[in-house]
């Protein structure tokens, strides 16, 4: 198993930035695919960004592109979210989360791990 514990969560003004990061323990991290979700009130949990075990592999959600960067660094076992140019729509919890398939996922169904969230709220 790996356990994850995300920071960086905060309020923020619109267009503002904040950088979530993502800290795995447990079995060897470049063993998994890493992904940063993010569910609103009543809306379904959706992947903003995910990242392969050696970071080649990147997928963003075309709400995001452009916006967000996610990064991981497999020596320090992290994985991190750059959001810049926040939008009141960006409001949510943002959950990181670890897949070992070794298939390159980013629905959330096909997470296995997960941390236990941080707010991230922008105000217009």
């Known amino acids: 198993q790996v356990q994850l514990v995300e920071s960086g969560g905060g309020l923020v003004q619109a267009g503002g930035s904040l950088r979530l990061s993502c800290t795995a323990s447990?079995?060897?991290?470049?063993?998994?695919?890493m992904g940063w979700f993010r569910q609103a009130p009543g809306k379904e949990r959706e992947c903003v960004a995910a990242?392969?075990?050696?970071?080649?592999?990147?997928y963003y959600a075309d709400s995001v592109k452009g916006r967000f960067t996610i990064s991981r660094d497999n020596a320090k076992n992290t994985v991190a979210l750059q959001m810049n140019s926040l939008k009141p729509e960006d409001t949510a919890v943002y959950y990181c989360?670890?897949?070992?398939?070794?298939?390159?996922?980013?629905?959330?169904?096909?997470?296995?791990?997960w941390g236990q969230g941080t707010q991230v709220t922008v105000s217009s």
């Open positions: 990242i392969g075990r050696v970071g080649v592999r990147i």
């Open positions: 447990g079995r060897t991290f470049n063993n998994y695919a």
């Open positions: 989360a670890a897949d070992d398939s070794r298939i390159f996922y980013y629905t959330p169904e096909k997470y296995d791990y």
